[in-house]
């Protein structure tokens, strides 16, 4: 069954993101800061305080961790020292949501916008798609797709690249409050909680 092993606190305000990898476990919170925790013990080993307002989302990937905040910006911080070694800029809104493959960060705002950074070039912003009507919520990715959401209840398709190419649009019955993208080779799983209650679970051939 499942246990709790550990009670975390120290943040000042809702709870808005977490993440974990190896031997840690991130939170962003709306009191504008990112706590690590040890994993083991639970004792916060470093607090991330560069951003201006609330962190919204946090994504790992390869030896950093990236985080989106309402003041508009992403953090790009080194797991080694915990650093915050770039802050990307480009989005005119709050950045909602994060997601990523191997090589790209995928980014979503309240600005509309989905935007590819290429992390083998420098952070570079290659690509900035609009194709929501309101503000992108959701992104989630893997090597071959990306699915993003927003509260226009619409949820879009996409082939993952140095630029996005939309592939498919669907109109939902309202905004998703949840997706995870999983499988695997050539068939993916869509998993889709909608502020109703309920979830739907769709197939994807790759």
């Known amino acids: 069954g499942w246990e709790c092993v550990g009670r975390?606190?120290?943040?000042?305000?809702?709870?808005?993101?977490?993440?974990?990898?190896?031997?840690?476990?991130?939170?962003?919170?709306?009191?504008?800061?990112?706590?690590?925790?040890?994993?083991?013990?639970?004792?916060?080993?470093?607090?991330?305080?560069?951003?201006?307002?609330?962190?919204?989302?946090?994504?790992?990937?390869?030896?950093?961790?990236?985080?989106?905040?309402?003041?508009?910006?992403?953090?790009?911080?080194?797991?080694?020292?915990?650093?915050?070694?770039?802050?990307?800029?480009g989005h005119s809104g709050s950045v909602l949501a994060l997601a990523a493959t191997s090589r790209y960060l995928f980014s979503s705002s309240q600005d509309r916008s989905i935007r590819v950074?290429?992390?083998?070039?420098?952070?570079?912003?290659?690509?900035c798609k609009e194709e929501h009507d309101d503000a992108v919520t959701i992104l989630a990715a893997s090597e071959d797709v990306a699915i993003s959401s927003g509260d226009d209840g619409g949820m879009c398709l996409w082939e993952t690249g140095r630029r996005l190419l939309r592939t498919s649009r669907r109109q939902l019955d309202g905004p998703l409050a949840a997706l995870c993208l999983g499988g695997q080779d050539t068939t993916a799983l869509v998993a889709m909680g909608s502020f109703a209650g309920r979830v739907a679970v769709s197939r994807l051939v790759l």
């Open 8 to 89: 975390l606190d120290g943040h000042s305000q809702r709870v808005c993101a977490l993440e974990a990898a190896g031997g840690w476990v991130a939170s962003g919170s709306a009191d504008e800061s990112i706590r690590v925790w040890s994993a083991g013990d639970w004792r916060c080993v470093h607090a991330l305080c560069e951003h201006d307002d609330a962190v919204m989302a946090l994504q790992h990937v390869g030896s950093f961790l990236v985080s989106g905040s309402c003041d508009q910006t992403i953090g790009v911080w080194e797991t080694e020292s915990w650093r915050c070694v770039r802050r990307l800029r």
């Open 117 to 127: 950074w290429d992390m083998t070039q420098n952070w570079a912003c290659t690509d």
